[in-house]
């Protein structure tokens, strides 16, 4: 079998044609940004800041080399992600999740995530009674995820409760502004790893993910929501948040994806809501090196709208 991860010199080689790289992470690398990047998965130039879909590093061969150690270590994951990205561009919004939501389950039987898993140490599930807090003033909702002592980790928990609070958003046109907020020192830490790996029914978690979904409740109030960042944004934490309409972060917050790392491809919706902001080429980028954005590469990116007073972003 091919290695999975196929480096391009787009300075001196011409890409391959699509159907001969379905299966590999294909990585294009140029001293300067060329209008050359159809078939790329993600894009290096040691150009600093450059345009979309491009990322700008010091060294690209570098990054690129890390880049296939990645891949190499989580094959399965690494490719399911590019191949969910690449579907992406073709499919409706509602069609993304579900895309997204299938890979994730058959990774989650995979190899890949069965060794991270087992290799983690265990962890005790510490839930809330009240993960989501719901506040009502007029036309203005505020959501806010309530579980500081774990960094607003999201579980089933947290997830059912925001998608009861996301239904009063979508039912009723009333509310005009929606406010979503994480309580303590940050936004959301990604999911609860307490329950990683505790579904025995892979098929299942999807449909439960597919239905119980407040990515796909995002979706359809998006224009009304404005999600306010700080601290740590990760995983679940950004992937939410870059479906509303206004993306508010503290000089604080970090972004980051580290779901390939574990065997995963980010699960929340995020293969579907960051390549609107950023591109699909941006987001694998993110996703595959697992690297942190702060709050000011997040906003060069265009992945946050404004970085605002830490006391404008935290209740």
């Known amino acids: 079998m091919d290695s999975p991860f196929l480096l391009v010199d787009l300075d001196r080689t011409p890409l391959p044609p699509i159907a001969e790289v379905v299966d590999r992470v294909v990585v294009g690398v140029a001293a300067a940004p060329t209008s050359v990047t159809e078939g790329c998965d993600v894009l290096l130039t040691g150009v600093a800041d450059p345009p979309r879909p491009w990322v700008g590093c ?75 807090r719901l506040e009502r003033d007029g036309a203005r909702l505020t959501v806010t995820l309530d579980r500081p002592w774990v960094r607003n980790a999201f579980d089933a928990g947290t997830r059912d409760a925001l998608c009861e609070a996301l239904s009063v958003a979508v039912a009723d046109p009333s509310v005009e502004h929606v406010d979503l907020y994480g309580q303590g020192p940050a936004f959301c830490s990604g999911g609860d790893l307490a329950e990683f790996g505790s579904s025995r029914d892979t098929a299942a978690a999807h449909l439960v993910r597919v239905h119980r979904s407040p990515a796909a409740l995002l979706q359809r109030c998006a224009d009304r929501v404005t999600a306010h960042l700080h601290g740590a944004c990760v995983g679940a934490g950004i992937e939410l948040s870059a479906f509303a309409g206004r993306v508010l972060a503290a000089p604080d917050t970090v972004v980051r994806l580290p779901e390939v790392g574990m065997g995963l491809i980010p699960g929340a919706g995020g293969t579907a809501s960051l390549p609107v902001r950023i591109g699909r080429e941006r987001t694998a980028h993110l996703a595959l090196s697992g690297d942190e954005l702060t709050a000011a590469e997040a906003l060069r990116w265009g992945l946050v709208d404004a970085v605002v007073p830490a006391a404008a972003a935290v209740v």
Do not use: H, I, K, N
């Open 58 to 132: 010091a060294d690209p061969q570098a990054t690129a080399a890390r880049l296939a150690s990645v891949v190499a270590g989580q094959p399965a994951a690494a490719v399911a992600l590019v191949q969910v990205l690449r579907m992406g561009v073709r499919l409706a919004p509602a069609e993304r999740l579900v895309a997204e939501s299938l890979a994730y389950s058959a990774l989650q039987g995979g190899a890949g995530f069965r060794a991270w898993l087992a290799a983690a140490p265990r962890r005790v599930p510490r839930p809330a009674d009240t993960p989501v």
